[in-house]
Antibody, heavy 120, light 107 residues
Framework: QVQLVESGGGVVQPGRSLRLSCAAS????????MHWVRQAPGKGLDWVAV????????NYADSVKGRFTISRDNSNNTLYLQMDSLRAEDTAIYYC??????????????WGQGTLVTVS | DIQMTQSPSSLSASVGDTVTITCRAS??????LAWFQQKPGKAPKSLIY???NLQTGVPSRFSGSGSGTDFTLTISGLQPEDFATYFC?????????FGQGTKLEIK
């Protein structure tokens, strides 16, 4: 079955960097686009970034553009989020999510359990 | 950015009721509209993609409809496990955006 496992979260000082990982298993990772979505404590969902199946296309939320970089290693079935110049407002649970293509369209179908990033 | 506005923000209902949650986009999002369910302390769960297509394994009491800027999620015959927070999500344009959420509570 599809499994997405995030890691790399923790407590970091403002201005510092952190790299999150999302280990994928149970499906052909290299065939799927992947997203990062975050959720600040007690708040709603906030889309962060997306990367195409082959890594050739990436898009970011305005709030993280220029500071965060999404990437992937298809040989190791891993998605990454490099977070630089972290701010207090980046404090959140970070989820990776898979984007699936159906005959009738596409959409996010699977989520990891999340990893907590605290900037303080 | 496209703003997604859900209503109501919270809703109380009883087991067996039928409830409808509305999501309005600040501009048309074609049919790139999804719904997610989230329970406290858990990751979101995907329910619907493309306005009205159920994800694999989602019970048929969930349904989605709408077009353009106005969309609805309907749950027919609420079950105890349905009490959760629901989010709509537009993925028609970057940046993708979510509604603020609707908390469905037991009456």
């Amino acid at each position: 079955q599809v499994q997405l496992v995030e890691s790399g979260g923790g407590v970091v000082q403002p201005g510092r960097s952190l790299r999150l990982s999302c280990a994928a298993s149970g499906f052909t990772f290299s065939s799927y686009g992947m997203h990062w979505v975050r959720q600040a404590p007690g708040k709603g969902l906030d889309w962060v970034a997306v990367i195409s199946y082959d890594g050739s296309n990436k898009n970011y939320a305005d709030s993280v553009k220029g500071r965060f970089t999404i990437s992937r290693d298809n040989s190791n079935n891993t998605l990454y989020l490099q977070m630089d110049s972290l701010r207090a407002e980046d404090t959140a649970i970070y989820y990776c999510a898979r984007e699936r293509l159906y005959s009738s369209g596409w959409g996010i179908d699977s989520w990891g359990q999340g990893t907590l990033v605290t900037v303080s | 950015d496209i703003q997604m506005t859900q209503s109501p923000s919270s809703l109380s209902a009883s087991v067996g009721d039928t409830v409808t949650i509305t999501c309005r986009a600040s501009q048309g999002v074609r049919n790139y509209l999804a719904w997610f369910q989230q329970k406290p302390g858990k990751a979101p769960k995907s329910l619907i993609y493309g306005v009205s297509n159920l994800q694999t394994g989602v019970p048929s009491r969930f349904s989605g409809s709408g077009s353009g800027t106005d969309f609805t999620l309907t749950i027919s015959g609420l079950q105890p496990e349905d009490f959760a927070t629901y989010f709509c999500h537009q993925y028609s344009y970057f940046p993708h955006t979510f509604g603020q959420g609707t908390k469905l509570e037991i009456k």
